[in-house]
């Protein structure tokens, strides 16, 4: 329930409706557009090992756009019950450019 609302908070944050969060498929859609992936990279998460690999890519990204480190992006993809609250509900602001 807490990742729900924290997801839900996130994709407000990042100007995308909260709703999404409950939608399947679609919060992953959402995910990649947050990360500025397309969205049709969504098809990956269904493909085994390689959504792992996207799933990190996706958060680093989310981290960076954040103003996170990619530590913390690693920390959004395997403790994302964590990690997604400190995220949502902290004073960080989602910037559409990816800071370096």
Do not use: E, H, Q
């Given at each position: 329930?807490?990742?729900?609302?924290?997801?839900?908070k996130?994709?407000?944050?990042?100007?995308?409706?909260?709703?999404?969060?409950?939608?399947?498929?679609?919060?992953?859609?959402?995910?990649?557009?947050?990360?500025?992936?397309?969205?049709?990279?969504?098809?990956?998460?269904?493909?085994?090992?390689?959504?792992?690999?996207?799933d990190v890519?996706v958060?680093?990204?989310?981290?960076?756009?954040?103003?996170?480190?990619?530590?913390?992006?690693?920390g959004?993809?395997?403790?994302?019950?964590?990690?997604?609250?400190?995220?949502?509900?902290?004073?960080?602001?989602?910037?559409?450019?990816?800071?370096?």
């Amino acid at each position: 329930m807490i990742t729900l609302v924290a997801t839900w908070k996130v994709f407000t944050k990042a100007g995308k409706p909260g709703w999404g969060a409950i939608i399947p498929v679609y919060n992953i859609v959402l995910l990649c557009n947050i990360a500025s992936k397309p969205g049709w990279w969504a098809l990956f998460y269904f493909i085994p090992l390689l959504n792992i690999v996207v799933d990190v890519i996706v958060f680093d990204r989310i981290a960076k756009r954040f103003g996170k480190s990619s530590r913390f992006g690693l920390g959004l993809t395997f403790l994302s019950f964590v990690f997604l609250p400190i995220l949502a509900f902290s004073s960080a602001r989602y910037t559409s450019k990816r800071k370096r």
